[in-house]
């Protein structure tokens, strides 16, 4: 639908966002198995080999589809795989989630909301998507952190079985942000 994954790029000061390519399944998967970065992704425990490449694969079908997709986030000099953010699905129900993970070694140095700010542009001026919503638990409060940054206010305090997905008693906040260029009054 859109250009091709090689040729495509997001720019932001210190970042590229950029599609998937099979080479960064290890630098990925050092992520996914990282109990610190998965611990309010999955409890803390590692995704297997094969949901991660399941999830490249999504990522990979979403940005033909869709022309937008949970972007890698590449540092723009040194070229190094700094983590992912941007749209996805979050399924079921199945409404468009903006979410971020940053690897360790570069947390509180505003990398995340760097990255979602351009993500969020994109995904709202050139896809015009209408509604963002982003779910975390409560207790992630850097995530909260970034939400709050980039605009989002919380719309719901619940349990992620509300979304019939489980573990069905896990805390979780939504938080949400209408398209402000869909729904700003016409200009005359
Ligand atoms: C959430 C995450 C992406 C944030 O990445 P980051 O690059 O460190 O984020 P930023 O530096 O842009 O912003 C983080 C903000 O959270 C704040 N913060 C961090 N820990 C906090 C805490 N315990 N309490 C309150 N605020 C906190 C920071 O101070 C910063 O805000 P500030 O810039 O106003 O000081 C990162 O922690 C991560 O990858 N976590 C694991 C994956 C994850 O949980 N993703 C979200 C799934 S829903």
Redesign the pocket.
């Known amino acids: 639908m859109y250009s091709s994954p090689e040729s495509f790029f997001l720019e932001t000061e210190r970042f590229l966002l950029r599609p998937w390519k099979s080479s960064d399944y290890p630098n990925f998967s050092r992520?996914a198995k990282n109990p610190?970065?998965?611990?309010?992704?999955n409890q803390g425990k590692p995704w297997s080999d094969k949901r991660i490449r399941s999830f490249i694969h999504k990522q990979e079908k979403l940005f033909w589809k869709e022309g937008y997709c949970r972007w890698v986030v590449e540092d723009k000099i040194k070229r190094n795989f700094v983590?992912l953010?941007g749209v996805g699905v979050f399924d079921p129900p199945g409404f468009l989630e903006i979410?971020?993970?940053?690897?360790?070694r570069?947390?509180?140095?505003?990398?995340?909301?760097?990255?979602?700010r351009c993500a969020l542009e994109h995904a709202f001026r050139k896809i015009r998507v209408p509604h963002l919503k982003?779910?975390?638990?409560p207790v992630?409060?850097?995530?909260?952190?970034?939400m709050h940054?980039i605009g989002f206010q919380q719309k719901m305090s619940g349990f992620l079985g509300d979304y019939l997905r489980s573990p069905k008693y896990l805390p979780i906040v939504t938080y949400s942000l209408d398209n402000p260029y869909l729904h700003s009054s016409p200009q005359k």
Do not use: D, H, P
């Open positions: 992520l610190q970065i998965m611990r309010f992704v983590g953010c979410g971020w993970w940053i690897a360790k570069f947390w509180g140095q505003g990398y995340a909301t760097e990255a979602a982003s779910v975390t638990n992630n409060k850097a995530s909260i952190a970034v940054k």
